[in-house]
C-alpha cells in the first residue's frame, strides 16, 4: 500500500509547517484553524506572526538554533497569537515541537507541529513578554537560576518576574502559581 504523504501532512491531527529561515512555506489546515488564517495568510510569512511580540521571536529564536544544532530538535510550551478569526490576537498556551533539516544551519529548513492548549490551559492574566516567558520555564520545573542562565538575565530579576506572576495569578507559592499556570 502506498502511503500519500501529502494526505498524512494535510490530515494530521496537529498543526504542521515546514520552512526555511523561520518563514513558513508550507502548512495545513489544523495550523490555519488554529491561528485563524488561510494558508495563503501563512505561507510566505515569518513565524513572527504568529508570537504576541516580534521580541518574543527574536530571543527565542536564539535561544533555540544552538538547541537544534546541537540535538537536531527542539520543543516546549509557549504563549502564541492567533492571527485572524473571532479570536484575532487572542494569547493562548501552544506546544511546540520542530526538527531541523540540518544542525549545521538549523534554522535553513524544518518542520513544526503546533498543538493547541487552550482547552487545558488558558491564559488568564495580561502577562508581558518577559513574564510569558518566565511563566513556561516555570511551567517546565526550572528554578530561577536555571531560568535566568536559559535567558540570560539574573536570577534575581526572574524571583522579580516570578513575584509579578503570583500578583497576577493571586498564588501563595511558587507552586501554587505553577499549578494556577498549568490549571488555567
Known amino acids: 500500500m ?4 501529502r494526505l498524512a501532512f494535510d490530515l494530521a491531527p496537529v498543526g504542521l509547517a515546514l520552512s526555511r529561515e523561520r518563514t513558513m512555506v508550507d502548512c495545513n489546515e489544523v495550523l490555519c484553524e488554529m491561528f485563524g488564517a488561510t494558508r495563503e495568510q501563512l505561507v510566505g510569512q515569518s513565524f513572527q506572526i504568529l508570537y504576541p511580540s516580534a521580541d518574543e521571536y527574536e530571543r527565542l529564536g536564539a535561544r533555540m538554533a544552538p538547541l537544534l544544532g546541537k540535538g537536531g530538535t527542539y520543543a516546549d510550551d509557549r504563549i502564541m497569537k492567533r492571527v485572524g478569526g473571532r479570536l484575532k490576537d487572542e494569547t493562548f498556551w501552544c506546544h511546540v515541537t520542530g526538527r531541523a533539516l540540518s544542525r549545521e544551519t538549523p534554522h535553513a529548513a ?8 487552550s482547552s487545558r490551559r488558558t491564559v488568564k492574566a495580561d502577562l508581558t513578554p518577559r513574564e510569558r516567558e518566565v511563566a513556561a520555564h516555570l511551567m517546565s520545573g526550572l528554578t530561577s537560576k536555571e531560568i535566568g542562565k536559559a535567558l540570560e538575565i539574573s536570577h534575581r530579576t526572574v524571583e522579580i518576574y516570578r513575584a509579578r506572576l503570583m500578583r497576577k495569578y493571586g498564588a501563595h507559592s511558587t507552586p501554587d502559581l505553577v499549578h494556577r499556570l498549568l490549571a488555567g
Open 2 to 5: 502506498d502511503i500519500d504523504y
Open 110 to 117: 524544518g518542520i513544526w507541529s503546533f498543538e493547541d492548549l
